[in-house]
């Protein structure tokens, strides 16, 4: 028997009920973070995608392709800064993306002096990446899109890098190497032998 | 005959990424319903529905057969318009003032929220965080109390008290209205 502690009028209980418009778009971008997610699902917490967190950060090269072993890991960092807020100083590692078994592992640089008092913050990302031909950055602020974000590229160095200005959300992302391979930074995995740590600037200044 | 969520879910278990993608078409509008009317923004609401997906998916292995799929997710998204709604009063947004844009108010059929829907949702807007969740998740997805306690974790009790205060303060607001 229906309860009826609460009453609304009907035009009211209709408007609620009526159905909203979705869209594949919505639906794809779902399944796109599904796949990019990997296949865990043991019910832990952490699964496999990325988390920008505050810690170290070690990278991990998932080594889908043939040659892909050709490309030297990388390494990544990542600086915060708010917009117009005060500067803190801590340090940020990075995280990222689905893992095979074959993933080579390699320490992250250091970083960075950052803030978080605002919905705003630039976030520079940088890979040791030097064999590869194209770099960029995929994750929750751009819908996973894996050519949308381009990192570029210092021939001296062998690093790519780029900053993007992040809101307050966005916490999740992944390197995506040559359109195909995806970098995950593991955390776990502290000072592995081969290393290259990525120096990062500090994104100083006010930038209100 | 379309296969039953739990046999999905066993499916997407043994490596089946793509089956999670039905459980994703039977769930996504409801789900999106739910958290638009929760939240009040249909950006927001995406959002908590995209992030709800992923975090079932993740934690999938922890969902248990004898409770309904649909109940373990809308947990989920419960919880995580929660975190959204908690993320705007420490960014000092009140509810009423974050967002309410009818042209990102879209029906199913494709036409903009009527005037109706308008003074809804910013009736609803006027109720506290409690009782917004509670008659939304009872009206506009018709769950029983006791489907209510398993989702948002407070006693039937409670929920019938916050429903019932909602639909009075609603029902008030909405008659301003109507007499303005």
């Known amino acids: 028997m ?8 009907e035009w009211a209980l209709a408007e609620l009920r009526r159905p909203v418009a979705t869209s594949d778009i919505l639906r794809e971008r779902v399944m796109a973070r599904v796949r990019a997610d990997g296949g865990a699902h043991v019910g832990t917490p952490g699964g496999r995608s990325v988390r920008i967190t505050a810690r170290p950060a070690v990278a991990r090269l998932a080594l889908r392709h043939p040659f892909s072993g050709a490309l030297l890991a990388l390494a990544a960092s990542v600086a915060w800064l708010a917009f117009g807020s005060t500067i803190v100083s801590s340090r940020y590692g990075i995280a990222s993306v689905p893992a095979t078994p074959a993933g080579r592992m390699i320490v992250l640089g250091d970083t960075v002096d950052s803030a978080l008092h605002d919905t705003l913050r630039l976030v520079r990302f940088v890979l040791h990446a030097p064999g590869a031909a194209r770099v960029s950055i995929a994750g929750d602020f751009n819908g996973w899109s894996r050519t949308s974000t381009p990192l570029a590229y210092s021939a001296g160095s062998g690093v790519w890098s780029a900053v993007v200005a992040l809101d307050r959300t966005s916490r999740e992302y992944a390197f995506v190497v040559d359109d195909t391979q995806w970098v995950q930074p593991d955390s776990t995995n502290g000072g592995a032998a081969g290393s290259t740590p990525v120096p990062a600037t500090p994104l100083g200044g006010d930038s209100t | 005959m379309a296969a039953a969520d739990a046999q999905i879910v066993r499916s997407v278990l043994g490596g089946d990424t793509e089956a999670f993608g039905v459980l994703v078409d039977r769930y996504h509008e409801r789900c999106l319903r739910l958290a638009l009317h929760i939240l009040g923004s249909r950006e927001d609401a995406e959002d908590a529905v995209q992030e709800s997906f992923l975090r079932a998916y993740r934690y999938l292995g922890g969902y248990r057969e ?3 799929f649909a109940a373990w997710l809308f947990r989920i998204l419960v919880n995580q318009c929660r975190t959204t709604l908690g993320s705007r009063q420490r960014r000092e947004l009140p509810f009423a003032e974050w967002e309410w844009n009818g042209s990102a108010a879209i029906d199913a059929s494709g036409a903009e929220w009527g005037e109706m829907r308008d003074e809804l949702a910013r009736a609803l807007a006027a109720l506290t ?26 006693g039937v009790s409670a929920l019938k008290m916050r429903v019932q205060r909602a639909c009075a303060r609603l029902r008030e607001l909405l008659m301003e209205k109507a007499h303005a």
Not at chain 2, 134 to 150: H, S
């Open chain 2, 66 to 68: 004898r409770e309904k």
């Open chain 1, 2 to 9: 229906r309860d009826r502690t609460g009453t609304l009028p």
């Open chain 2, 129 to 154: 965080p409690d009782q917004r969740e509670a008659v939304v998740l009872r009206y506009a997805d018709d769950l029983t109390y006791d489907e209510m306690a398993a989702v948002t974790g407070a």
